[in-house]
């Protein structure tokens, strides 16, 4: 970045540089947004996780063009004295910490509520306390299921984006009985929204909250076996890599019928750029980021994945490369589904101006690509190492 360019937010006002304390920094949103904020703009980072192997590239060495720009601080925001004072150090707080990984939610349910809804109860509280303003992560599964997924299947009504479309400020949100634990997730980031938008309301708490739907690309997750758990079960892109790279069948949960919109981590980065300059326009807003123009069934995902990978390889496809599993033997009792995410775009585009660009062809190229780069040979000699009994 030129030390003379002066940069201005969507209203044409000058950016002062800003100190953002950003809570799970180390993760897979965040290692990007912490290159973005340190390539594009002269904001500090106190990037607080409990690893730093994601961004261990933008922390050392010390001659890169931005030391000085980030400090790492490894702290667990679950018992930590020291998070409050980073707060009040802080021109903005990121939230991003939490336990995201479906196959968590109904097997780990208590964890899981208490990562997304009681740790984060403290970050809220220091911010609201302090006057300092807060982005917190939500998800898109505050939607739950759509209206339509209750409709007989041939009903045309399932074809009326009333029915389907998932807007911030009018939709419901639908979950499954408590047994189906898989909504423990859901529901615990539905009630940190509710708090916060309450803190915002009835003690002015500068907030915006952020819906993400399935942004993707590269250090998303783990590989089993390679940088994770070998037993783990990572979200849907990583899933599908290990078993390319593997050179196994990709397992289909329930038929892979349920339907995803895919957004480009780098777009969706973006829209949080926007967000963190122009707090006139974002504060007291629940955003959707998201593509809806890369809707595919988990099936499609799974068969276009077989395809750009033989393409980054060079090595043909499985003949058979998916096989159908069900969600009782991939993710245990107490799983349920989101059947269709579709975001509504008006809200974020209206107050930011933000679209997203890359095609789901494109960035699920860039990011095999990746993929392949990273894990194939790491893969090839974990294979080729005899098993002991
Ligand atoms: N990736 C997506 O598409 C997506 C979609 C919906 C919502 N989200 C939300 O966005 C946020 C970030 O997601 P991600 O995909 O980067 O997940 P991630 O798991 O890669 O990152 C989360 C980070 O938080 C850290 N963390 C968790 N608990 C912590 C604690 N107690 N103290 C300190 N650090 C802690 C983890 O170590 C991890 O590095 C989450 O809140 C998630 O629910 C993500
Ligand atoms: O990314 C998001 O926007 C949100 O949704 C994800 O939930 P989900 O999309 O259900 O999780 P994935 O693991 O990405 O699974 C997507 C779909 O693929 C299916 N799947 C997953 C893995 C696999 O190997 N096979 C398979 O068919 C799942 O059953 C599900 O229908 C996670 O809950 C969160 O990270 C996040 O809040």
Known sequence: MAA?????????????????????????????????????????????????????????????????RIQFHRINIKHDSRLEGLIKMSDLTINLAAICTPADYNTRPLDTIYSNFIDALPVVKYCSENGKRLIHFSTCEVY??????????D????????????????????????????????????????????????????????????WIGPRMDFIPGIDGPSEGVP????????????????????????????????????????MIENPDRANGHIFNVGNPNNEVTVRQLAEMMTAVYANVSGEPALEEPTVDVSSKEFYGEG????????????????QLGWNPKTSLWDLLDSTLTYQHKTYAEAIKKVISQPTTS
């Open 4 to 68: 003379s360019t002066v940069r201005t937010n969507l209203d044409g006002k000058p950016l002062n540089p800003l100190t953002i304390l950003m809570i799970g920094a180390g993760g897979f949103i965040g290692s990007h947004l912490c290159e973005k904020i340190l390539q594009e703009t002269p904001h500090k980072i106190l990037a607080l996780d409990v690893y730093s192997d994601k961004i261990k590239h933008l922390l050392e060495p010390e001659s890169l063009e931005w030391a000085g």
């Open 144 to 153: 739950g299921k759509t209206i339509g997924s209750f409709l007989p299947k």
């Open 155 to 214: 009903s045309p009504l399932r074809q009326d984006p009333a029915y389907y479309l998932l807007k911030e400020d009018d939709s419901p949100c639908i979950f499954g009985s408590i047994e189906k634990q898989r909504w423990s997730y859901a529901c615990a980031k539905q009630l940190i929204e509710r708090l916060i938008y309450a803190e915002g309301a009835e003690n002015g708490l500068e907030f915006t909250i952020v819906r993400p739907f399935n």
């Open 235 to 274: 979200r849907v892109l990583a899933c599908f890599s290990n078993a390319l790279l593997r050179r196994e069948q990709l397992k289909l949960v329930d038929g892979g019928e349920s339907q995803r919109t895919f957004v480009y981590i780098k777009d969706a980065i973006e829209a949080v750029l926007l």
């Open 335 to 350: 799983y349920d589904d989101s059947d269709k995410r579709i975001p509504d775009m008006t809200i974020i585009n209206k």
